[in-house]
């Protein structure tokens, strides 16, 4: 089994800056991406970023030149700069996972969500 636990979430003023972390924990052999989607009320889940075990990243359009995720190792961060209003959301984590050496096959995992409030 595999844990991902967030952090790093909280409420802050358009504008501003914050930093989300996100570390797995567990036992598995690899982790080939790990990243980030969020959820605003009412709507449905988003891609925000991902990161491949090669630094081969993707990002929302949305975001893009605002939010930078990077990764070391088992844990996954993402830096988010110029936050909007848009930006509330709760923040998820997720992993894709290769629990074994003697499996292919890879399983994505998720955190539990971190809340991002953007207000004034």
């Known amino acids: 089994q595999v844990q991902l636990v967030e952090s790093g979430g909280g409420f802050l003023q358009p504008g501003g800056s914050l930093r989300l972390s996100c570390t797995a924990s567990?036992?598995?052999?690899?982790?080939?991406?790990m990243g980030w989607y969020r959820q605003a009320p009412g709507k449905q889940r988003e891609l925000v970023a991902t990161i491949t075990n090669t630094a081969s990243t993707d990002y929302a359009d949305s975001v893009k030149g605002r939010f930078t995720v990077s990764r070391v190792k088992n844990t996954v961060y993402l830096q988010m700069n110029s936050l909007k209003y848009e930006d509330t959301a709760v923040y998820y984590c997720t992993a894709n996972v290769r629990e074994s050496i003697s499996s292919w096959s890879y399983t994505d995992y998720w955190g539990r969500g971190t809340q991002v409030t953007v207000s004034s």
């Open positions: 567990g036992s598995f052999f690899d982790i080939y991406a």
